[in-house]
C-alpha cells in the first residue's frame, strides 16, 4: 500500500515500513525502513540535525543544518554539496554536470509501470510511485519509481534528457539510500566450482563494494547483498536484503559517514559505462529490489522466496513443481550414441525420473568442446533417426525431452564462424581472448540475435521438446554500455523463443552459477547453480543461494563419488539429501551402479516426489546447528522436513541436540528418520565381526556382498511436542566405533538425515 501525506511517502510492506518526504528544499529525506510505523511518525521519524555540522555547504546559508552532505537521503547529485558517492554521473561532451535534483511531483499508478528498454521485470505489482525530480537550471528529470509488492518493494530511475544536446551517461543507480546505524555486509562471491561463498565485511568508513566486470553478474559477486544490524542473527535483529533484476555488470555499494548515515546503493556497473543520450531519450536502469525483516535472516530469506516464487518466475512456471530430470553430462560428457542414451534413459525411468536432458555434444562436430559450437544441425552418427525420433523412444519409455544448447556463443572451428566469423567479438587491433576455445556472439547485433532465434525455434519445432538447458561458458570482453547493450540483446533473445513457449522449462547455466541473477530467473524458473555437485560443496552454494533465492529455482543434481571436482568420496544418501533441497536431478551413469545404489536412488526419487511440493516450495530456513553440521528445514502445511549434515566426523563423537522451527509447542509431532541404508562395504574391516563365516573384507565374496545387500541405518520414529523439538531432541547416537546397531547413524563423514516431522494426526 502507498500513502502520501503533505510532502510524506510511506510505502507499507507486509511486516514493515519504507518512508521519505520530499523537504521544503525539495530534497528526498529518507526518513525510515524498517518496523511498520505511522505516516503520521514522519516528524518524530526525522533526524534532527540541530546547528549541523562545521563545513557545511549548503544552497541556503541560514540553513546551514540542512545540508545534503549530512542527510538521510533517497537520492543525491554530484558536485552540489553531498561529498558522500552520487548515484550518478551525466557528462557534456568531457565536461562533468553538476546536477542536483529537486522533488518536482509525484503519480501514484496501481500496478506496475512497464520498464521500456527490454530489461526484465518483477510481475504483479501492486501499485507504483514515481516521483519526478527536476535538475534545477539543467534540462534534466529523473524519475524514481517504487513499486510495492506486499513483501518487498521494488526501485529503479529513469533520467531524461531534456535539452538540445547529446548528454552522455557515466553512472545511474537504479536505487541509493541512506540508513541510519552500524551493519555488516554479506556478499555471495566465489568462481567457477565455488559459487556463493557468503563473506561478512563491516561497514565502516571505507566504501566497500560489491560489483561484476565479467560482462554478466557472475559467480564472483552474485548481485544480491545483505545488511545486518549489530546482533543479527538466523531468526533475530535487522536485516535488509537487495537484489538486481539484471544479469550484466552490477555495482554495490556501502559506506557510513562521519555521522553514521550508511550509504547504500546499487545498479549497474559504472565501470568504463558512457552510454549516449540523445536530445529527449532516456536512460533506464535495471528494476532493483528492497526488503527489510526484524526476524533475522531467516525472515529476509523468506520475504525474498515469495517474491521470487510468485513475481519473477515466468507465470507458467510459478509454484508448478518441476520435473526429477536425468543429465547425460556427467555420466557421458560427448561419448554417446542414441544406443548409449536409450539404455540410460530406460534405466532413468525405472528409477523414477520424469526428464531425459540431453546435454552438450549432440550437434554438429561437436564432439569435444574445441569444435561445432555454432551449428545446430543433429549429428546423425550420433542421432541417427534426429532428435524428432529419440524424444519419440522417450516418450515410448515415458520420459519427457529436454535438451542442451549454448546459443551465445560459437566455436572458431565451426560452419557459423567460417560463414560469419565478423558475428562473434572481437577487439579490434587486438588477438582475440578465447575462453573453453570459443568466442562470444555479438548479440548486439540484429542479424545474430535473428540467427540465434532462429536455429533455435527450428531446433525446438523439430521434436516435442519440454526442457531446454540455456548454458554460457565464458566471460565477456565486452566492457560498460556494450556489456549492458549485449545483455539487452540476450533478453531479447530470450523473449521472442520462450515467450511464445511458457511451457518450456528452461533451466539456465552459465558453467554452473556464472549468471545465477533474478534477470535470468524473469526467464528461466530454475538455474544450474554449479558444475560442483559435491553435496559438502553444495552444502555452501546452495547455502548461500539461499540466503534471497528459492530452493525451487537451484538445480540440484546427485552424481557419482569420488566427485569430479573435489575427488571427495560422500554418502550416496547425502547426494540425495543436499540436493532435495532444490530441483532435483541425477547425473551420473546409471550403468555403473551398484544394484544397491539404484535402489537406493529408487527410494530417493520416490520420497522426494512425496514430499516434492514441500521441498520446492516450502517455507526454507537456516537451523541451528551443532559446531561442524549444518541444518536446514522446509515447512509446508503438511509437514516440516529437517535435514542434518556432518562434515569429518571425530572418533567416538560426543552428544548433540537438534533444533527445528516454526512448530506448535503443544502439538504432537511424529517424527520419522528417512529410511537410509549402509552399503556393506561402507563398513571396512568390521564386517569380518559382523558376519557368521570367516570373510576377507577386500576379497570376491564381499565386493559381490557390497553391490547387493545394504544394512539398515539409523532408524529413528518418535513422537515429541513441538516445544521438544524446538527446544532440541537427542538423535540416534552417531557410530562410536567397532560394532553395528541399526539404530545408530553409522555413515562417518558427511553423513546426513532428513527427518519428517507430521501432525500425529497427519501422516506424510
Ligand atoms: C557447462 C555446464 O555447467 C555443464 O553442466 C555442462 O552442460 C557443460 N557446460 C557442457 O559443455
Redesign the pocket.
Given at each position: 500500500m502507498i500513502e502520501v501525506q503533505n510532502g510524506v511517502f510511506h510505502l507499507r510492506e507486509s511486516g514493515w515500513s519504507y518512508l521519505f518526504r520530499a523537504t521544503e528544499q525539495g530534497l528526498l529525506e529518507h526518513l525510515h525502513f524498517g518496523a511498520p510505523v505511522s505516516i503520521q511518525d514522519a516528524p518524530a521519524l526525522a533526524v534532527k540535525p540541530g546547528m549541523g555540522w562545521g563545513m557545511a555547504v549548503t544552497p541556503n546559508e541560514a540553513d546551514g543544518a540542512l545540508c545534503p552532505d549530512t542527510l538521510p537521503l533517497e537520492w543525491s547529485g554530484a558536485g552540489r554539496g553531498d561529498y558522500r558517492e552520487s548515484p550518478m554521473e551525466v557528462w557534456d561532451g568531457d565536461v562533468p554536470l553538476p546536477a542536483e535534483f529537486r522533488y518536482a511531483d509525484y503519480q501514484i499508478f496501481e500496478g506496475t509501470a512497464r520498464l521500456q528498454s527490454g530489461l526484465p521485470q518483477a510481475g504483479g505489482g501492486l501499485q507504483t510511485l514515481a516521483v519526478t525530480l527536476r535538475a534545477g537550471a539543467l534540462p534534466l528529470t529523473l524519475t524514481l519509481y517504487y513499486t510495492d509488492f506486499g513483501g518487498v518493494l521494488t526501485r529503479r530511475a529513469v533520467l531524461k534528457n531534456e535539452s538540445r544536446r547529446t548528454l552522455t551517461v557515466r553512472k545511474l543507480m537504479s536505487w541509493c539510500v541512506d540508513l541510519v546505524g552500524e551493519y555488516g555486509l554479506t556478499t555471495f562471491d566465489g568462481g567457477w566450482i565455488g559459487e556463493a561463498r557468503r563473506h561478512v565485511t563491516p561497514v565502516e568508513a571505507a566504501r566497500v563494494v560489491n560489483e561484476s566486470t565479467a560482462g554478466f553478474s557472475s559467480n564472483r559477486h552474485n548481485p544480491g547483498f545483505l545488511l545486518a544490524g549489530k546482533g543479527a542473527g538466523e531468526d533475530c535483529g535487522d536485516v535488509y536484503g537487495f537484489n538486481l533484476i539484471y544479469s550484466g555488470n552490477h555495482y554495490a555499494s556501502a559506506q557510513r559517514s562521519f555521522q553514521g548515515l550508511t550509504r547504500v546503493m546499487q545498479g549497474v556497473s559504472p565501470a568504463l559505462f558512457c552510454a549516449v543520450l540523445a536530445p529527449g531519450g532516456t536512460f533506464e536502469t535495471p528494476e532493483g529490489v528492497l526488503a527489510y525483516s526484524g526476524a533475522g535472516f531467516n525472515g529476509l530469506s523468506a520475504a525474498m522466496h515469495r517474491f521470487v516464487n510468485g513475481h519473477i518466475i515466468p507465470p507458467a512456471w510459478r509454484y508448478r513443481p518441476r520435473p526429477v530430470l536425468f543429465n547425460d553430462?556427467e555420466g557421458c560428457m560427448f561419448d554417446f550414441d542414441q544406443r548409449r542414451l536409450l539404455e540410460l534413459a530406460g534405466r532413468a525411468k525405472k528409477q523414477g525420473a520424469e526428464l531425459f536432458v540431453l546435454?552438450?555434444g549432440w550437434f554438429g562436430a561437436r564432439n569435444s568442446?574445441r569444435a561445432g559450437l555454432g551449428d545446430y544441425g543433429v549429428n546423425e552418427k550420433k542421432l541417427p533417426e534426429g532428435l524428432g525420433g529419440f524424444a519419440g523412444k522417450l516418450a515410448g519409455l515415458g520420459l519427457n525431452f529436454g535438451l542442451?544448447f549454448e546459443p551465445e556463443a560459437v566455436n572458431p572451428d565451426s560452419g557459423l564462424y567460417r560463414a560469419h566469423p565478423d558475428w562473434a567479438i572481437h577487439q579490434p587491433g587486438r588477438s582475440d581472448l578465447l575462453s573453453r576455445h570459443e568466442l562470444l556472439l555479438d548479440l548486439r547485433k540484429e542479424a545474430v540475435r535473428d540467427y540465434i532465434v532462429d536455429s533455435v525455434t527450428e531446433v525446438l519445432n523439430s521434436a516435442d521438446i519440454r526442457y531446454v538447458?540455456w548454458?554460457m561458458?565464458r566471460q565477456s570482453v565486452l566492457t560498460g554500455a556494450a556489456a549492458h547493450e549485449y545483455i539487452l540483446g540476450l533478453y531479447d533473445v530470450l523473449r521472442r523463443i520462450f515467450a511464445p513457449r511458457p511451457d518450456i522449462l528452461l533451466e539456465s547455466?552459465s558453467?554452473?552459477g556464472n549468471r545465477f541473477d533474478l534477470g535470468m530467473l524473469c526467464f528461466s524458473p530454475q538455474i544450474?547453480c554449479s558444475?560442483n555437485t559435491d553435496p559438502m560443496e553444495r552444502l555452501q552454494i546452495q547455502g548461500g543461494l539461499s540466503y534471497l533465492y528459492p530452493q525451487s529455482c537451484m538445480g540440484a543434481h546427485v552424481s557419482a563419488a569420488p566427485h569430479a571436482q573435489t575427488l571427495r568420496a560422500t554418502p550416496l544418501s547425502t547426494r540425495g539429501n543436499v540436493s532435495f533441497f532444490g530441483a532435483l536431478g541425477y547425473e551420473l551413469d546409471l550403468k555403473a551402479l551398484r544394484p544397491v545404489e539404484a535402489r537406493e536412488i529408487k527410494a530417493q526419487i520416490a520420497f522426494y516426489k512425496a514430499h516434492r511440493d514441500t521441498f520446492q516450495f516450502g517455507a526454507f530456513s537456516r537451523l541451528p546447528a551443532p559446531e561442524g553440521w549444518t541444518g536446514w528445514q522446509v515447512r509446508s502445511e503438511r509437514e516440516t522436513l529437517a535435514g542434518f549434515f556432518r562434515g569429518l566426523v571425530p572418533a567416538a563423537p560426543g552428544i548433540v541436540k537438534l533444533r527445528v522451527s516454526g512448530l506448535d509447542n503443544n502439538r504432537r509431532y511424529r517424527v520419522r528418520a528417512r529410511p537410509q541404508t549402509l552399503r556393506v562395504g561402507d563398513f571396512g574391516n568390521l564386517v569380518k565381526y559382523l558376519s557368521p563365516v570367516r570373510v576377507n573384507p577386500d576379497g570376491p565374496l564381499l565386493r559381490a556382498a557390497d553391490g547387493l545387500y545394504a544394512l539398515p541405518d539409523g532408524r529413528e520414529d518418535f513422537t515429541a511436542t513441538g516445544a521438544a523439538l524446538m527446544a532440541g531432541f537427542a538423535p540416534a547416537a552417531l557410530f562410536t566405533g567397532t560394532g553395528y546397531d541399526k539404530n545408530s547413524h553409522n555413515q562417518g563423514d558427511f553423513g546426513s538425515e532428513i527427518y519428517v516431522i507430521s501432525e500425529e494426526r497427519g501422516h506424510d
Open positions: 553430462w546435454d552438450d568442446d542442451w538447458k548454458d561458458n547455466c558453467s554452473g544450474w558444475d
